[in-house]
């Protein structure tokens, strides 16, 4: 691991104990500039880690609770005539924000969801025919209520392919959740975090990310990977070439996070269920979890090492 | 490519001699056969060429580790010598017999250290010089078969070869169609020419080394003595056969090896003294067959002739003149009948001569090649790999680093001790489980190397290379200690030249 990327992991763990995992599969989804979503029961710290990571890399943290009534003008700002009659544009949540934490995206109503999608993809958001870019870097981290609670629905299965990567935290263990209570003793620890990362080195890794070395093999072994999950037995859809080229970028941020600055076969298998598993549609009748399925995958797809060392043909 | 060139020629010598002294159709289909035998890639490759004994010395200290010499296989061991590297000694016999032996390697007096200079030979000269001498007599010999061209050396050829026929026929029921040539001609020049050829196959075998021509020569002489129904007396036939097939196995040889010249040699004199019948027969068993056959042949007559219809009886007596012509006339066809039979008993349809020719010629190289296959094989598998370790030492590092992580992966693969279809980086703890931690740790460690190889643009350093070799080095030694003589056959063999996917 990179010392400053280090360095940010170590401030957030100030505050979330035995998150680290978490923490860095955040992390290195705002380095390959893509967003976050969090599948996870409410309380175990998802707003938390939001905030520790925006103060510790100094980006502004803003944070939508998503109700069936958030209307789309919420987000992306509204024109309004104001006094002497000029028609003003009045910036909503997205507007000069860095980190957005949209909480339960599920329950939201199908407009303000695709307004918030479309803010995601384009880094941009148009009102009244007038567009207005957002800030740089961009990075939502959207949680979900598992379905079935009140008043949600599913995220629709394109709108959820645009998520870099899928997370669940999970519940801490003892030796955490004791260290989490202990710290709260003395006051709030958010205040201890301090920022460590300049945004601009931030968009200079964004940058070198960007133009990592990564070998033909290994882009034949993702799309080798992306097309086996297609004809799979037990899935129904598999993965899509934005999930193969998401697939890229994260393994991408993996290799640059290591402190390297070329891509191997383990960074995309590293990062690999991150990235696929809310990408994969099961069929009914079928009898594995998504997580076996992808592991399937990656014991059946031949490793871009042997074939490197092999020359394989493909 | 002289050797080659060598090779040709002989076989051209036997194409113009059996034009010559034959003109049976199953002969000629020998002569066919016998001039694609070189053509065939595989036997003229591995038996035509041997590699200069100058190229595996400087490739020596890279395949120390790699191939494991015959001796070591078969735990062929010495007392210990002052020297001798302690992870040579042969603790468990040692233990048994109260004194130290260590096994016999032939590269233990090399330093073990710089395994990856590879000094460029430089051109032998006497090896140029006896590529020369080989021209010589390559040349000499399609000149010399052209002398049969000349009538009275042609005469006296022939009239050599009725000789044979006559031996052929005192010792054999075989029945041969002689030359028209007259009886006072002389067998000297024929003699001569065959002493001749003779002499420039042998310089050219002592000059050469050539392998293919003392098997081809073996043949010939197998096919001469099955076809003619000769044999030597026994002892000269082993003597021959053993003098043919030394030469062509590689030298220094080995016990195993003799082992299996010995039963080389065995087969062919197995083949041509008792599997092939009427070559080694006794005057009296093969006319004792003739007689026999004829004695059928006559059984089949008398009841031919004493079946005589009942009505015709009754005729005869009836009209005795005309009958008796008539009776004559039938007898006279009858017998006429019988001779055909006869004939068609005796002289075998036509394609059974060819058959036998072609099952005898196939019999004869099978037996010639066979015992040496395994030989072929190990030697060509040898030769592959010391070609693959040429890479090792290339220019290219990445190249070389790359072929370094094949044979480690390889060699892993082969002993089913890999860790299977998972990156490199991950292998450490199926190797720490299967193998020793302190392997698995630095295999670990050495993976960057090939990953910076396999997926980056930067340059390699020569450290980086000399890590990889000794992680290879580590992995043999490690894989040779912990595995039986059948599991070192098998690393030998495998060693990691797989074309296609290892699985």
């Known amino acids: 691991m990179r010392p400053e990327l280090e360095q940010v992991v170590q401030e957030v763990e100030k505050v979330i104990a035995g998150k680290r995992e978490g923490i860095v599969r955040i992390l290195l989804a705002l380095l390959a500039d893509g967003h976050v979503l969090l599948d996870d029961v409410p309380g175990v710290g998802k707003t938390t880690l939001a905030v520790a990571l925006s103060r510790a890399v100094g980006l502004s943290c803003r944070r939508v609770q998503f109700t069936p009534d958030v209307l789309p003008s919420d987000l992306v700002g509204f024109s309004m005539v104001d006094p002497s009659g000029t028609l003003n544009y009045r910036p909503g949540a997205l507007s000069g924000t860095h980190l957005l934490l949209g909480d339960e995206i ?50 629709p299965y394109a709108q959820m392919d645009r998520f870099l990567i899928r997370l669940t935290l999970g519940y801490p263990d003892y030796a955490a959740q004791m260290a989490m209570l202990r710290s709260r003793q003395g006051g709030n620890p958010m205040d201890r975090v301090v920022c460590v990362l300049k945004r601009e080195r931030l968009l200079d890794m964004q940058k070198d990310v960007q133009t990592l070395t990564v070998k033909d093999a290994i882009l034949d072994y993702i799309t080798r990977l992306t097309m086996a999950s297609r004809t799979h037995e037990a899935v129904s859809v598999g993965i899509s070439p934005r999930g193969a080229l998401f697939l890229d970028r994260m393994a991408r941020a993996k290799a640059y996070a290591e402190g390297r600055d070329f891509v191997t076969g383990a960074d995309v298998q590293a990062v690999f269920p991150d990235v696929c598993a809310h990408r994969v549609l099961l069929k009914e009748e079928s009898r594995q ?7 399937d995958l990656l014991r059946s797809v031949d490793v871009p090492d042997r074939r490197a060392v092999w020359k394989l043909k493909a | 490519m002289i050797r080659r060139i060598s090779g040709l020629c002989a076989w051209l010598l036997l194409a113009i001699c059996l034009y010559f002294f034959e003109n049976n159709t199953g002969t000629r289909i020998v002569l066919l056969l016998s001039l694609l035998l070189p053509l065939i890639p595989s036997v003229r490759a591995s038996l035509l060429r041997r590699d200069s004994p100058e190229a595996s010395e400087t490739l020596q200290p890279l395949s120390r580790t790699l191939s494991v010499p015959w001796e070591e296989l078969f735990g062929d061991v010495r007392t210990y010598q002052p020297g001798d590297p302690v992870n040579r000694i042969h603790w468990k016999l040692s233990a048994k017999r109260h004194e130290l032996l260590s096994r016999q390697v032939s590269f233990d007096d090399q330093p073990a250290s710089a395994p990856c200079d590879l000094p460029v030979p430089a051109p032998d000269r006497s090896a140029q010089r006896k590529k020369r001498a080989v021209r010589l007599p390559a040349l000499l010999l399609p000149i010399s078969a052209c002398l049969l061209f000349l009538p009275s050396i042609r005469m006296s050829a022939m009239a050599l070869a009725n000789s044979v026929f006559e031996m052929s026929e005192q010792s054999n029921a075989y029945l041969y169609e002689h030359f028209p040539v007259s009886p006072d001609t002389s ?126 009886t009754e005729t005869r007596h009836l009209h005795g003149r005309t009958l008796t012509e008539g009776s004559q006339e039938a007898q006279a066809e009858r017998e006429f009948q019988l001779v055909t039979l006869q004939e068609v008993q005796i002289s075998q349809p036509p394609w059974t001569g060819l058959l036998r020719t072609v099952l005898l010629l196939l019999g004869v190289i099978a037996a010639l090649i066979l015992p040496f296959l395994p030989f072929m094989l190990m030697e060509m598998r040898r030769r592959k790999a010391l070609e693959a370790q040429k890479v090792f030492a290339s220019e290219n590092l990445r190249e070389a680093v790359l072929a370094i992580f094949q044979n480690i992966t390889g060699a892993l693969h ?71 003589w059948r599991q070192k056959l098998r690393l030998r063999y495998g060693e990691c030249l797989w074309v296609a996917s290892p699985s």
């Open chain 1, 289 to 295: 979890s998504v997580e076996e399925v992808l592991q």
């Open chain 2, 414 to 484: 082969v002993m089913g001790l890999d860790g299977g279809n998972l990156p490199y980086c991950a292998w450490e703890n199926q190797l720490a489980e299967k193998l020793t931690d302190g392997y698995a740790r630095h295999f670990s460690e050495c993976v960057p190397v090939f990953e910076q190889a396999a997926y980056s643009d930067h340059p390699l350093s020569e450290n980086q290379r000399q890590q990889a070799l000794d992680l290879l080095y580590e992995t043999r030694q490690l894989l040779e200690s912990r595995s039986d």
């Open chain 1, 106 to 155: 599920n329950r939201a109503s199908s407009r303000t969801q695709s307004a918030l999608l479309e803010a995601m993809e384009e880094r941009q958001v148009s009102v009244d025919g007038k567009t207005y870019p957002l800030e740089k870097p961009f990075l939502v981290i959207a949680t979900q209520n598992s379905v079935g609670t009140s008043g949600t629905q599913f995220l």
């Open chain 2, 187 to 312: 067998l000297l020049p024929a003699l001569l020419l065959l002493l001749l050829i003779l002499g420039i196959l042998l310089g050219i075998l002592l000059l050469s080394g050539s392998r293919l021509l003392a098997l081809g020569m073996a043949a010939v002489c197998v096919i001469f003595q099955v076809y003619f129904g000769l044999s030597l007396p026994s002892p000269l036939q082993v003597a021959l056969f053993l003098l043919l097939v030394l030469w062509c196995l590689a030298r220094p040889l080995e016990k195993r090896v003799l082992l299996h010249l010995a039963l080389c040699v065995l087969t062919v004199s197995l083949l041509v003294c008792l599997v092939f019948p009427g070559t080694d027969l006794s005057v009296e068993t093969a006319s004792e067959r003739v007689r026999d056959l004829l004695s059928r042949l006559t059984g089949a007559q008398t009841a031919l002739l004493s079946e005589t219809p009942a009505g015709e």
